[in-house]
């Protein structure tokens, strides 16, 4: 019992009159030979690790080992505590949530992986961010962190989720369709408008390079997280309103696939391209080594 495809997601879920997480659950369950109460259990220690890494992060401005990041969720406090966001107090916390989650990563702190470590804030700043201003359950937490994963699980059938692979489109990039999809189902969202916000995400950001300066997950990547956060939840409202994407999902992966096989390997975390070799990039790697 393994769903590879979208559609055969989507063909599943409309039979059994099932949500993504109760068919992904079962699914789990059967493969690994564990109840469904232990699989939820699982999911929740993943939630409950993300929370940790927030509280953790939101309290730390220790610098990185190459000192250029560690300290700009400090400074997004400092500036929240002082002028509101423009779209109020969710809209903080998601920058917030997603920057302390990657910083806590170039710290070497605990984090969950959503799908890979350095796009691992893009999952957990609007989940829990959203949990919070919307007095989530535990149990409405983790079907959308099971949706979420499931959706992760589908890409990776057809594409590695590596920067080295694909670029970066297949880590913060897929980290985005899978969070819209999360927050789609969590905000109510039939399975045709769960994947067109993961269409619309993904297509999006088709083509994103994963180009580190100096080969360190720190730059461009910690920024992304915030960013690429607010993209998925643009995504889900989109979806939400009725927009579809004219692209069906699937086809939208191939459409990854083949473009991470196009893309040049200097522009697939070897760091000899793009803003790894920009004037100050290659400044910043003089001082550094």
């Known amino acids: 019992m393994s769903i590879t495809t979208f559609d055969e997601l989507r063909r599943i879920c409309l039979e059994q009159n099932k949500t993504i997480w109760e068919i992904t659950q079962s699914e789990e369950s059967f493969n690994s030979e564990i109840s ?11 939630v409950k690790t993300m929370q ?27 500036r929240f505590s002082q002028k509101g966001a423009l779209f109020g107090k969710l809209y903080e916390k998601i920058l917030m949530y997603a920057l302390a989650t990657s910083e806590e990563n170039l710290r070497m702190g605990r984090i969950v992986a959503c799908p890979t470590a350095g796009s691992c804030g893009i999952v957990p700043g609007v989940l829990i961010a959203y949990a919070e201003e919307y007095n ?20 990776s059938n057809k594409v590695q989720l590596a ?28 399975i045709d408008e ?8 993904m297509k999006n950001l088709l083509g994103l390079t994963c180009d580190p300066v100096c080969g360190l997950v720190e730059v461009p990547c910690i920024k992304r997280n915030p ?4 993209h998925a939840v643009s995504a889900a409202e989109l979806a939400l309103a009725g927009i579809e994407s004219k692209i069906p999902v699937d086809e939208v992966i191939d459409a990854m696939r083949q473009t991470g096989q196009l893309m ?15 004037k100050t990039a290659l400044k910043l790697k003089e001082t550094l080594f």
């Open 36 to 46: 469904i109460e232990d699989v939820r259990k699982s999911v929740l220690k993943h």
């Open 52 to 78: 940790e890494t927030i509280q953790t992060g939101l309290h730390s401005n220790e610098k990185s080992v190459s000192n250029w990041c560690g300290d700009d969720t400090e400074k997004l406090i400092k």
């Open 136 to 155: 989530l359950s535990e149990d409405e937490q983790i079907n959308f962190l099971i949706t979420a994963g499931k959706i992760g699980g589908i890409i």
């Open 163 to 190: 920067g080295a692979v694909a670029g970066c489109q297949a880590e913060c990039g897929v980290a985005s369709a899978m969070c819209a999809g999360g927050l789609a189902q969590t905000m109510g969202g039939s």
């Open 194 to 201: 769960i994947l067109n916000a993961v269409a619309l995400a």
């Open 227 to 230: 960013i690429l956060s607010i």
């Open 264 to 278: 040049s390997p200097m522009l697939k975390e070897s760091s000899q391209a793009g803003l790894a070799t920009t």
